[in-house]
């Protein structure tokens, strides 16, 4: 059994009560911080190599920030000393080889200070469990303007100091992962929410098929489109106008998708292989909704246009696919 498969009772009872005084398991921290880095390194991956396809940009620093809030006040204390918070914001990590890394950010620094926006301290003991605080700190960072440098104020054991950072600009969508959803994954326009059982027994490779597929439905606006569409995504969702057009924006994110993994040099390959050996746990095999096609049908579709992909050296490829983004579902 893996580390996360071991932790993950835990995760879930955080979640779920984030005010009951249960001490985390050995390696709790370090293994959420693993998969927390993990997909922020194939989302700055997806992100940056796609942005001449996206025309909703920000700057991308490759630098996953939580809250110390986001714990429940049981766990704060030892959230506090694992990830060296000294304000309300730290940083969990940093992508290798990006902007932050290359400007000397590291792990478990703190953010007093994001440009000319000054950050919360340490929050009281009390304070309920919520998220408000980072999407303030990581809404500063996704709004400077494109190709200004960012400019932090970090606190590093105990001392102050601006760290200069030269973002890459990138297609503009958050990436969570979402604790207690198993293998689901999702999309809302602006942020992509990945299942934590995707980080056990998946490589990055794998995950990356997923992560495209999501970021491919924000890319081409298929919550708003769907939403301007009147299209019932509930118990209605696969009868009739519904089903068709939830299905058309499902078959167009796999086609986007398999380009935005080509051209962040992923390769293309590996959304049929994935579909053929993992799909059938991820849609629910015989079970799914009709609103996807077959697991099947979905690896012989791509793996047809991932041979026209790899024929293709251009980089990167821009497909018509991306055209229709305002066009009404109809």
């Given at each position: 059994?893996?580390?996360i498969a071991?932790l ?5 009872l ?56 986001q ?17 309300m ?14 400007a ?32 303030v ?13 960012l400019r ?8 102050r100091?601006?760290?200069a ?5 990138g297609?503009?969508s958050?990436?969570?992962i ?27 490779a ?6 495209s597929h ?12 769907l ?14 106008r519904?089903?068709r ?18 051209n ?6 590996s ?16 079970f ?43």
């Amino acid at each position: 059994m893996t580390l996360i498969a071991r932790l993950l009772p835990l995760l879930l009872l955080t979640a779920a009560a984030p005010a009951k005084d249960a001490a985390p398991a050995p390696g709790f921290f370090e293994a959420l911080r693993a998969a927390d880095l993990r997909l922020a390194t194939i989302a700055y991956r997806l992100t940056t190599a796609n942005a001449p396809l996206c025309d909703r940009l920000q700057p991308q620093v490759g630098m996953p920030i939580h809250a110390l809030t986001q714990y429940g006040p049981g766990t704060r204390d030892a959230a506090a000393a694992a990830f060296g918070f000294e304000s309300m914001i730290g940083v969990e990590g940093v992508v290798a080889g990006g902007p932050a890394d290359r400007a000397g950010v590291v792990a478990n620094d703190s953010l007093a200070a994001i440009g000319d926006l000054v950050l919360p301290g340490l929050p009281a003991a009390n304070v309920p469990e919520n998220a408000a605080s980072r999407d303030v700190a990581e809404a500063a960072i996704a709004d400077t303007p494109l190709r200004q440098v960012l400019r932090l104020t970090v606190l590093r054991r105990g001392q102050r100091q601006s760290i200069a950072v030269t973002p890459v600009t990138g297609c503009r969508s958050r990436f969570e992962i979402l604790l207690g959803s198993g293998l689901d994954a999702s999309a809302d326009g602006s942020v992509v929410q990945i299942g934590e059982r995707f980080f056990d027994g998946y490589t990055d490779a794998e995950i990356a098929v997923v992560v495209s597929h999501e970021l491919a439905h924000n890319i081409l606006r298929h919550r708003a489109r769907l939403d301007s569409a009147k299209i019932n995504r509930g118990l209605l969702a696969e009868l009739g106008r519904n089903g068709r057009l939830i299905r058309e924006t499902e078959d167009q994110a796999d086609l986007l998708g398999i380009y935005l993994l080509a051209n962040a040099g992923y390769d293309p390959m590996s959304a049929p292989s994935f579909w053929r050996s993992k799909g059938g746990m991820v849609d629910g095999g015989l079970f799914r909704s009709r609103t996807h096609a077959s697991s099947k049908a979905r690896a012989d579709t791509l793996e047809a246009v991932a041979r026209s992909i790899a024929a293709n050296p251009v980089r990167p490829i821009i497909p018509p696919v991306v055209a229709t983004r305002d066009v009404p579902l109809r």
